[in-house]
């Protein structure tokens, strides 16, 4: 299984990004899809989660200015940032969640990251 994210940039603060995450492969099943971001010096935080089922959890530090969504057809999940802070710079990941038939558990892969930068 292979995560790859796009989407980082610079931005100025109150701007917007939309990241994305594709992951690809074959012989399994994609759960949860999730985005996790890890600024320096701090531990590495959930930012959105959202189930196969459309379901979302959102971090507190981001409610109500991002939202996750998913395409479950081609194996996608998505993160629209609005009204972006400075505090949200910070390097995001994106963490997929499969199944695979016949063997027992779930598994989760990680992408290598996408920076976000906000700033003036």
């Known amino acids: 299984v292979q995560v790859v994210?796009?989407?980082?940039?610079?931005?100025?603060?109150?701007?917007?990004?939309?990241?994305?995450?594709?992951?690809?492969?074959?012989?399994f099943r994609v759960n949860a899809m999730d985005w996790y971001r890890q600024a320096p010096g701090?531990?590495?935080e959930l930012v959105a989660e959202i189930s196969s089922g459309g379901i979302t959890n959102?971090?507190?530090?981001?409610?109500?200015?991002?939202?996750?969504?998913?395409?479950?057809?081609?194996n996608m999940v998505y993160l629209q940032m609005n009204s972006l802070k400075p505090e949200d710079t910070a390097v995001y990941?994106?963490?997929?969640?499969?199944?695979?038939?016949?063997?027992?558990?779930?598994?989760a892969y990680w992408g290598r990251g996408t920076q976000v930068t906000v700033s003036s």
């Open 42 to 44: 701090k531990q590495r």
């Open 5 to 27: 994210e796009s989407g980082g940039g610079l931005v100025q603060p109150g701007g917007s990004l939309r990241l994305s995450c594709a992951a690809s492969g074959s012989g």
């Open 93 to 107: 990941y994106c963490r997929t969640v499969i199944s695979r038939l016949r063997v027992p558990g779930n598994y």
């Open 58 to 74: 959102y971090g507190d530090s981001v409610k109500g200015r991002f939202t996750i969504s998913r395409d479950n057809a081609k």
